[in-house]
């Protein structure tokens, strides 16, 4: 507040009347005067915001009373630093309310700018303590003391009592406890009544406020674009509207994508919205010079060669005597069924003389049931050694590069067959044990009775180096692995394992505890199957553990196992019995 000249200023340096208001005015309690004839006169305004006053039948019938309604300017382009909004105009539908579209002048008042900071006055005396506000009253709380402050049915009270923590003595109803501090202050008057909104033209539509000021609600729009909103005031967000762009990086969980099948540690989200296992290929032409390791040593007998090495692969003065069969002889003079084991070389059988189905090329491998199939393997980078070459892979010549590379030590003893020789040069007489080569089998004279190997020849193995009928590394399952045990106890941790062997090497055993790993380690439906044998006694107790249940069919289930009768006779009899992952964190034991 400032004085000067007579006049007084609130928020202003420079008063220029007897009162000079720079902000808002507020008048309370006034008379009501609009009935009453002594009230002739009403406050008008210039536009700098000097008040003055004017006689009420100046201003026209009472009809058309005038009015003048003040709101809060906040700062901007009308006032920099905020101010009043001072609207006037007639009140034509005489309602005592001055209606937008009765506003007939607009001005404002604004607040003058704030004036430099006076100098720092001398520091006043230390006030009287302060009252600690403890929130509104509790009825039961028995810490109050001297001082403390609390709110009571919207009035403000001190604690005063010497005594501390009385329970029960509510403010204004026990003075000599509680001092009323300030009282709660009077309901204010009603606002006046809107000017309401007009109806829509369909449903789910939306206010908005105009665009400049006084920003007056418009006619209601109906919402349009990517979010829409109903007439219960449900929003959707339109198909198609959420493009990549919208989308967080690793936003997207697995939770969020719909496909079918199941997703576990073992699939893979395939193209056409599946969760599947992928199965790897070697595509054809895939194996490069690069792929082969440089110390591979690929063996003579996984290589097609026959008709394959020309003059140039063959280095000078590498065919030497030792290289020819001695007596050597023609196809033609060799009866049939008469080449036995004993007459077969070593490593002299080529592919083009194996009798089986499907196409042999290089890119297929023979299969134990006498079919030409492609194996399903990945092939890395220089991983491809001599032991993982099929015994049959029947690489073809092309890719290989042979030129100038055979060495004398790269022929096989009687690899030299009768092609290679001159005609009539060879008579039957000559033939000895070992000396049939592979140009004197007759192409598809070989079947799989005829091949001489260990293991079983099915539709799951293949023909090995070693003579052996095997399922080659990479091919088929990668979960057939087998696992023996030479003891009542064991442990099993590979997840590839699905059979386990258990020799108890002639031991009298009564009871046996193997751990396996949690059934939800497995696709559902899996099954470990366990072989015990060579011991000796009537039956043994087998303990099984996993973090499961076991359930046992005629048995309840049980949280950490089950025991089992093996049931068997004396001596090397083999006792047998199988477990199956039901995918519900159960193992079930199958009969």
Request: aromatic share 6%; charged share 10%.
């Amino acid at each position: 507040m400032k004085a000067q000249t007579g006049n007084v200023g609130i928020n202003t340096q420079q008063p220029t009347e007897t009162l000079d208001v720079n902000g808002t005015l507020r008048v309370r309690a006034l008379t009501d005067g609009s009935s009453s004839t002594t009230y002739d006169q009403v406050l008008v305004m210039k536009t700098d915001g000097t008040i003055g006053k004017a006689s009420r039948s100046s201003l026209g019938s009472s009809a058309s009373s005038a009015l003048v309604k003040t709101t809060i300017e906040i700062a901007g382009i009308n006032c920099s630093t905020g101010g009043l909004k001072v609207e006037s105009g007639l009140d034509i539908n005489a309602n005592g309310i001055l209606d937008l579209s009765e506003v007939t002048s607009t001005n404002y008042v604004c607040n003058g700018i704030l004036g430099v900071q006076g100098i720092q006055g001398a520091q006043g005396p230390a006030g009287a303590i302060g009252l600690n506000y403890r929130g509104a009253y509790s009825a039961v709380n028995s810490t109050y003391t001297n001082r403390d402050g609390v709110t009571y049915n919207g009035s403000y009270y001190m604690y005063i009592n010497s005594t501390s923590g009385l329970i029960g003595q509510t403010p204004g109803s026990y003075p000599a406890t509680w001092a009323l501090i300030a009282s709660a202050g009077a309901t204010g008057a009603t606002g006046a009544a809107g000017s309401g909104l007009s109806n829509g033209t369909g449903a789910g539509q939306i206010y908005l406020t105009g665009s400049t000021a006084p920003y007056a609600p418009q006619s209601p729009q109906t919402a349009t674009g990517d979010v829409l909103i109903s007439s219960t005031a449900v929003t959707t967000i339109a198909t198609n509207a959420v493009t990549t762009a919208k989308v967080a990086d690793n936003a997207i969980t697995l939770a969020k994508i719909s496909a079918t099948g199941t997703k576990d540690n073992t699939t893979f989200l395939r193209g056409d919205g599946t969760w599947d296992t992928p199965i790897a290929t070697v595509a054809d032409g895939s194996i490069t010079d690069v792929k082969v390791n440089s110390s591979a040593a690929i063996a003579y007998s996984k290589l097609a060669l026959t008709n394959s090495i020309q003059n140039a692969d063959i280095q000078a003065n590498a065919v030497t005597t030792s290289k020819v069969a001695n007596n050597t002889i023609t196809t033609a003079k060799i009866f049939d069924g008469s080449v036995t084991t004993a007459k077969v070389a070593d490593n002299a059988i080529t592919l083009a003389k194996i009798s089986a189905t499907g196409t042999q090329d290089n890119t297929t491998f023979l299969r134990g049931d006498g079919t030409w199939n492609t194996p399903i393997a990945t092939v890395a980078d220089g991983s491809i050694t001599d032991v993982k070459v099929n015994a049959s892979a029947a690489i073809a010549y092309s890719k290989l590069a042979l030129s100038n590379s055979i060495q004398n030590a790269d022929i096989q003893a009687n690899a030299i067959t009768t092609s290679k020789v001159a005609n009539n040069t060879i008579t039957t007489a000559k033939i000895f044990d070992t000396s049939v080569t592979t140009a004197k089998i007759a192409d598809n004279a070989v079947t799989l009775a005829k091949i001489s190997a260990t293991g079983t020849k099915d539709n799951t193995t293949y023909l090995r180096g070693d003579g052996t009928w095997a399922t080659p590394s990479g091919g088929g399952s990668a979960a057939d692995k087998v696992q023996l045990l030479s003891s009542n106890t064991g442990t099993i941790t590979d997840l590839e394992v699905r059979t386990i062997v258990m020799n108890l090497g002639g031991a009298a055993v009564s009871v046996g505890n193997l751990t396996i790993p949690s059934s939800s380690s497995y696709a559902a439906g899996t099954i470990l199957y366990f072989s015990i044998y060579n011991f000796t006694g009537s039956s043994t107790t087998w303990t099984i553990t996993s973090p499961n249940s076991i359930l046992y069919s005629g048995n309840t289930a049980l949280s950490n196992g089950v025991s089992m009768s093996s049931g068997v006779g004396l001596g090397a009899s083999i006792s047998g019995f199988r477990l199956m992952a039901d995918g519900n964190g159960n193992w079930i034991r199958l009969l």
